[in-house]
């Protein structure tokens, strides 16, 4: 199956803190890093480890390069492409509250609490929906990629010892003495991201209007999250 970007498509490249602001990056669609010697290219979507996923493969020792697969290259070999993907809803709650942080929408100053307690501002968040990269549908980031070469990942609970367990036996790399960081792909546990994100369920939780424009707007999303084979 070829997929297809969603009709509210983003592909304009950003420059943006990664780090706690400590380094700016540039991430567009299209962005995938080719494990060298390998068959396997990672292609980068946001809010789905990503940041977990550039540390984890630099701790492989593998030589990589960075290309946009959207370019075609006469040398690049063939590439089973590696994609992890998120549930729909609880990738949105994530991205509103990074793009939220990130831009310091309503808040005052720093000193201040972000001001969600408004009917009119929580209106505009759930139904636009879609501001930034992080909260723009996956499969804008995976368009004319066929799923036949991909390998899929869940981002669940058990996301650290399959993409391990992948590791030891696809790329024959041990993975006993590679770091896993705290929270390094799970900010609404970081203190700047906690209050929102709360905000945000609790809202998505309780409003069934607001789950069910969230569900609108990322229909094709759920469509591929529900119908890919994810490794195991």
């Known amino acids: 199956m070829i997929i297809t970007r969603s009709k509210s498509h983003w592909?304009?490249?950003?420059?943006?803190?990664?780090?706690?602001?400590?380094?700016?990056?540039?991430?567009?669609?299209?962005?995938?890093?080719?494990?060298?010697?390998?068959?396997?290219?990672?292609?980068?979507?946001?809010?789905?480890?990503?940041?977990?996923?550039?540390?984890?493969?630099?701790?492989?020792?593998?030589?990589?390069?960075?290309?946009?697969?959207?370019?075609?290259?006469?040398?690049?070999?063939?590439?089973t492409y590696m994609v992890i993907l998120r549930d729909p809803i609880e990738r949105w709650c994530s991205g509103i509250v990074e793009y939220l942080v990130n831009n310091k929408k309503f808040k005052g100053d720093d000193n201040m609490s972000f001001n969600l307690k408004d009917r009119e501002t929580l209106d505009l968040i759930f139904g636009v929906a879609i501001f930034d990269r992080h909260?723009?549908?996956?499969?804008?980031?995976?368009?004319?990629?066929?799923?036949?070469?991909?390998?899929?990942?869940?981002?669940?609970?058990?996301?650290?010892?399959?993409?391990?367990?992948?590791t030891e036996k696809e790329l024959n790399v041990p993975t006993k003495d590679v770091i896993i960081t705290d929270n390094m792909y799970n900010t609404s546990e970081r203190n700047t991201h906690k209050e929102l994100r709360?905000?945000?369920?609790?809202?998505?939780?309780?409003?069934?209007?607001y789950l069910d424009q969230i569900k609108?707007?990322?229909?094709?999303?759920?469509?591929?999250?529900?119908?890919?084979?994810?490794?195991?």
């Not at 709360?198 to 209007?209: A, H, L, S, W």
């Not at 094709?220 to 195991?232: A, F, G, H, P, W």
């Open 135 to 166: 909260t723009c549908p996956q499969v804008d980031y995976l368009n004319d990629l066929d799923t036949e070469n991909c390998i899929f990942f869940k981002l669940d609970k058990g996301f650290e010892d399959t993409i391990k367990r992948f």
């Open 11 to 79: 592909e304009k490249p950003e420059l943006w803190t990664h780090g706690y602001h400590s380094k700016r990056v540039i991430r567009f669609q299209g962005l995938t890093i080719d494990i060298v010697g390998t068959k396997y290219s990672y292609v980068s979507i946001g809010k789905v480890a990503s940041t977990f996923m550039n540390k984890f493969l630099e701790s492989l020792k593998y030589p990589q390069t960075v290309y946009d697969y959207n370019v075609q290259d006469e040398y690049r070999l063939p590439q």
């Open 216 to 232: 609108s707007h990322f229909v094709d999303d759920t469509i591929l999250y529900n119908s890919v084979n994810y490794y195991e």
């Open 198 to 209: 709360e905000v945000i369920n609790f809202e998505i939780n309780n409003n069934p209007r």
